[in-house]
T-cell receptor, first 111, second 113 residues
Framework: GESVGLHLPTLSVQEGDNSIINCAYSNSASDYFIWYKQESGKGPQFIID?????DKRQGQRVTVLLNKTVKHLSLQIAATQPGDSAVYFCAGLGPTDKLIFGTGTRLQVFP | EAQVTQNPRYLITVTGKKLTVTCSQNMNHEYMSWYRQDPGLGLRQIYY???????DKGDVPEGYKVSRKEKRNFPLILESPSPNQTSLYFC????????????FGSGTQLSVL
C-alpha cells in the first residue's frame, strides 16, 4: 500500500549547525513530494517540493534530496536557526492524486 | 493576502451536539480538503472536494459530513460528535490545475466531552 514515514520523532541540533531530516516512502508510483513545516499552534506551511524526475532541489537555506532507488527523501537545513524549531513532515502524492503524509520529526534548536 | 480561514480556532462541546467548522479560501482553488491530526498518526484525510458539488470520502470519513455549494467554502459538519472526534482539524486547498501544493488553515482544536 501507499505510505510515507519519517525516521526520527525528534532531532536536536545546535544553532548554526546543519540539520538533516529523513523520510522514507513505500509507494513507487509517487512522483511528487513536499516538505511542510508546522510551528506550534499553526497550520503546516509549505517549504519545498520535488518531482521524481529530479534528485535534488534547493531553496533558501533548504535542500531536498530524493533517492528513488531506496525510496528515501531528506530535507537539509543549512545554518539552523531558533526559528527553524518546528515539526517537519514529508508528503507524497499517491496514484489517486491524494497527498499522503508522514508523522513528522520535531526539530529542536539549542543555542 | 492569500489564505485559508477556519473558524473557530478552539471549540469545546458535548457529545451529540451538532457543530460546524467553517473553512473559506480566497485563492479560487478548485480542490479543498479536511484533515484531522492526532499524536503519532499524522494528518489523515476526512473528506475532499475536487470542485463545487463534488465531494468524496477520505481515509476517516465516519461521523463527518461536508458540503461544497460554493467554490470558496467547504464546511465540516459533525452531526453527533463523540469523544473520539476530539482532535486538531485542518482545512486545506490547492489549485489542482497548476500544482500540488496544499495551503493549510491555522487549525481548529476540537474537544468533545
Amino acid at each position: 500500500g501507499e505510505s510515507v514515514g519519517l525516521h526520527l520523532p525528534t532531532l536536536s541540533v545546535q544553532e548554526g549547525d546543519n540539520s538533516i531530516i529523513n523520510c522514507a516512502y513505500s509507494n513507487s508510483a509517487s512522483d511528487y513530494f513536499i516538505w511542510y513545516k508546522q510551528e506550534s499552534g499553526k497550520g503546516p506551511q509549505f517549504i519545498i517540493d520535488i518531482r521524481s524526475n529530479m534528485d535534488k532541489r534547493q531553496g533558501q537555506r533548504v535542500t531536498v534530496l530524493l533517492n528513488k532507488t531506496v525510496k528515501h527523501l531528506s530535507l537539509q537545513i543549512a545554518a539552523t536557526q531558533p526559528g527553524d524549531s518546528a515539526v517537519y513532515f514529508c508528503a507524497g502524492l499517491g496514484p489517486t492524486d491524494k497527498l499522503i503524509f508522514g508523522t513528522g520529526t520535531r526539530l529542536q534548536v539549542f543555542p | 493576502e492569500a489564505q485559508v480561514t477556519q473558524n473557530p480556532r478552539y471549540l469545546i462541546t458535548v457529545t451529540g451536539k451538532k457543530l460546524t467548522v467553517t473553512c473559506s479560501q480566497n485563492m479560487n482553488h478548485e480542490y479543498m480538503s479536511w484533515y484531522r491530526q492526532d499524536p503519532g498518526l499524522g494528518l489523515r484525510q476526512i473528506y475532499y472536494s475536487m470542485n463545487v458539488e463534488v465531494t468524496d470520502k477520505g481515509d476517516v470519513p465516519e461521523g463527518y459530513k461536508v458540503s461544497r455549494k460554493e467554490k470558496r467554502n467547504f464546511p465540516l459538519i459533525l452531526e453527533s460528535p463523540s469523544p473520539n472526534q476530539t482532535s486538531l482539524y485542518f482545512c486545506a486547498s490547492r489549485d489542482r490545475a497548476t500544482n500540488e501544493k496544499l495551503f493549510f488553515g491555522s487549525g481548529t482544536q476540537l474537544s468533545v466531552l
